[in-house]
Antibody, heavy 118, light 112 residues
Framework: QVTLKESGPGILQPSQTLSLTCSFS??????????VSWIRQPSGKGLEWLAT???????GYNPSLKNRLTISKDTSNNQAFLKITSVDTADTAIYYC??????????WGQGASVTVSS | DVVLTQTPPTLSATIGQSVSISCRSS???????????LNWLLQRPGQSPQLLIY???NLESGVPNRFSGSGSETDFTLKISGVEAEDLGVYYC?????????FGAGTKLELK
């Protein structure tokens, strides 16, 4: 059974760097064809894809966040990470990680709430 | 970026009624590999999204077969044949043919 769980700081101040961790079980990020994606959802709004990392370390980023995103993985410890630099209030959202082959998100975590506030 | 336009934004239905949701893309979603990466997800109130259908018409494992997807190129439809109470929530279409992945704005299914 595939499960994912996101963790993060909860609250941070503008201009800081947001670091998120996705801890998962039931699959390995070293298995051919497997990827982990990050998606966010501001309260009461829709979904926005942020980044994806796959088994062979290929990565994709949403250019709308310009160069603020870095995705990485720790295969040995079954974790994936996302960093967002220079956060502001517009980055306040629930952040999800999801499993699946490229282009498909077939299992999602419960989400981590992040608030950016001074 | 590819814009996905979902209609209607809100759908009121009675239990047992069949309903359809449309998703129209600003560009063809047919990939050069021959696949069409258009997926449908449901987000129930207070929950994470879940995958219902991938690549236009493939039912995700464990999803009831009252859900079906169809379409091609730029026009896609999700049909629910006999709405049940557990189907209430917001439905999103999502494309992964063109970077960046994008989602529709959602269609809220509520009880009439």
């Amino acid at each position: 059974q595939v499960t994912l769980k996101e963790s993060g700081p909860g609250i941070l101040q503008p201009s800081q760097t947001l670091s998120l961790t996705c801890s998962f079980s039931g699959f390995s990020l070293s298995t051919s064809g497997i990827c982990v994606s990050w998606i966010r959802q501001p309260s009461g709004k829709g979904l926005e894809w942020l980044a994806t990392i796959c088994w062979e370390d290929s990565k994709g980023y949403n250019p709308s966040l310009k160069n603020r995103l870095t995705i990485s993985k720790d295969t040995s410890n079954n974790q994936a990470f996302l960093k967002i630099t220079s956060v502001d209030t517009a980055d306040t959202a629930i952040y999800y990680c999801a499993h699946g082959p490229w282009g498909v998100m077939d299992a999602w975590g419960q989400g981590a709430s992040v608030t950016v506030s001074s | 970026d590819v814009v996905l336009t979902q209609t209607p934004p809100t759908l009121s239905a009675t239990i047992g009624q069949s309903v359809s949701i449309s998703c129209r893309s600003s560009q063809s979603l047919l990939d050069s590999d021959g696949d069409t990466y258009l997926n449908w997800l449901l987000q129930r109130p207070g929950q994470s999204p879940q995958l219902l259908i991938y690549s236009v018409s493939n039912l995700e494992s464990g999803v009831p077969n009252r859900f079906s997807g169809s379409g091609s190129e730029t026009d896609f439809t999700l049909k629910i044949s006999g709405v049940e109470a557990e189907d209430l929530g917001v439905y999103y279409c999502m494309q992964a043919t063109h970077a960046p992945y994008t989602f529709g704005a959602g269609t809220k299914l509520e009880l009439k």
